[in-house]
């Protein structure tokens, strides 16, 4: 069956599973679903390092007449870590940026996916200029306060003087310091779900070990003798031993069926500016180097704080 085909047979059923959906219920219920359904050791056994030890530089070039741009992506994820364990958020969710084009680059059906992840990522960018207006309005209220002589006696002679001068920590740089603002903030519940900036990251977090996987499983090479696999079967396979623990068996059904109208490697190696599967590995492995060390942090981070389940 060609991808044309696969893809009419994809939409088709896709419509119907969604149809259905909608008729059970909201169907944003659906795709919000976060459920605690996988153990610290089943993620563990998920991620797949690539192995270290390939020094080789592979050059980036620029895609003309494309959104995606692979070398835009690597120096996003690149950009990221921040001192020994952190992870700075502009440029996390930049990254996710040029993730987002990359899966709407392949196709509208997977296009349907792209769509819930930069839900996610409005979300935390959302709550992160709120809070940053919230700071700003608390230090001007300071700054008054401070050069009028009426208010700072009266401040002064307030039981609340010792809170004059304390600096709002402002938490949405880092996952880390959005982590620590959220809790001190009460802002993350660990028995229900919430739109919190920490949970929102754990759903993304989730997505992108299942990328870290598809992308590494497309850059393998073949030995002598052997086959390419279709990047459809690759994305199927990944996404069920690391993104479906979490989904319904609804959104499992329909994301599969969209993986069928995927197209096949030439097109992937379009999108990266490359011709043979030998320079693909290249570009990807670097790409997935990048991942890996930003998903570890992040990985790291919600497990020290008990979010890896988070309702």
């Known amino acids: 069956m060609g991808v ?16 259905s959906m909608w008729l059970h219920g909201n169907l944003a219920d659906y795709w919000n679903t976060c459920p605690k359904a996988y153990s610290i050791k089943n993620k563990i056994l998920s991620f797949i390092r690539v192995n270290s030890s390939d020094d080789e530089v592979a050059p980036l070039r620029v895609c003309p007449g494309q959104r995606f741009q692979v070398a835009d992506l690597l120096a996003h994820l690149q950009a990221a870590p921040v ?17 987002i084009k990359f899966l709407e680059a392949l196709g509208p059906m997977v296009g349907l996916i792209s ?31 401070q050069s009028d002589p009426v208010l700072m006696i009266s401040h002064n002679s307030s039981s609340d003087y010792s809170e004059m001068n304390h600096k709002p920590s402002f938490g949405y740089t880092s996952v880390r310091s959005m982590i620590k603002w959220e809790l ?47 990047p459809s079967d ?46 693909a590995t290249l570009v990807l492995n670097r790409v997935v180097r990048a991942i890996e060390e930003v998903y570890e942090r992040n990985e790291v981070a919600l497990q020290e704080h008990g979010m890896l389940d988070l309702p």
């Open 234 to 279: 690759l994305c199927k396979e990944t996404y069920q031993r690391t993104l479906a623990h979490h989904h319904t068996w609804w959104v499992r059904k329909a994301v599969e069926l969209a993986f069928l109208a995927m197209p096949e490697r030439p097109y992937f190696y379009q999108l990266v500016c490359v011709e043979t599967q030998a320079e």
């Open 115 to 145: 769509q819930e992840i930069e839900s996610k990522t409005a979300i935390i960018r959302d709550l992160a200029q709120k809070a940053e207006k919230e700071r700003k309005m608390k230090e001007r209220k300071r700054t008054h306060q």
């Open 4 to 19: 044309k085909c696969r893809a009419f047979v994809a939409i088709v059923f896709i419509l119907i599973l969604l149809g």
């Open 83 to 99: 001192s020994a364990n952190d992870v700075l958020l502009k440029p996390y969710l930049a990254s996710w940026d040029e993730l």
């Open 184 to 230: 001190e903030n009460g802002l993350v519940d660990f028995h229900k779900q919430t739109n919190s900036g920490c949970r929102t990251l754990l759903c993304l977090h989730r997505a992108l070990l299942w990328l870290q996987n598809f992308l590494l499983e497309l850059g393998k090479d073949t030995t002598e003798g052997e086959h390419l696999r279709s």
